[in-house]
């Protein structure tokens, strides 16, 4: 079994920041890409920051130069620094682990529950 699971969400006000962490654990070989993802009510989710096991990230054109996706391989953990947040990052933010479970295994997805992010005065 493998578990994926967020921390970090809350309310913010606009232009303050929130540290989002995702952890992935259990029967893991190697995890591969990581990535937030992230739903506002009435929208389709969308990929948010997604980074390699190499350290390699692609941003949404609406968060680039505000947020910052890091991990620790080591850990098998990625977080997600959000900076001068907007009322329009109001979501719930979930965590994606591409992971292979053997050496010889594929590669398969595993989502976290999420965690709910609201920014609002």
């Known amino acids: 079994q493998v578990q994926v699971v967020e921390s970090g969400g809350g309310l913010v006000q606009p232009g303050g920041s929130l540290r989002l962490s995702c952890a992935a654990s259990g029967s893991i070989f190697s995890v591969d890409a990581m990535g937030w993802y992230r739903q506002a009510p009435g929208k389709q989710r969308e990929s948010v920051a997604v980074?390699?096991?190499?350290?390699?990230?692609n941003y949404a054109e609406s968060v680039k130069g505000r947020f910052t996706i890091s991990r620790d391989n080591a850990k098998n953990t990625v977080y997600l620094q959000m900076n001068s947040l907007k009322p329009e990052d109001t979501a719930v933010y979930r965590c994606?682990?591409?992971?292979?479970?053997?050496?010889?295994?594929?590669?398969?997805?595993?989502w976290g529950q999420g965690t709910q992010v609201t920014v609002s005065s």
């Open positions: 980074i390699t096991s190499a350290g390699n990230t």
């Open positions: 994606n682990a591409v992971v292979r479970r053997t050496a010889w295994g594929g590669q398969r997805d595993y």
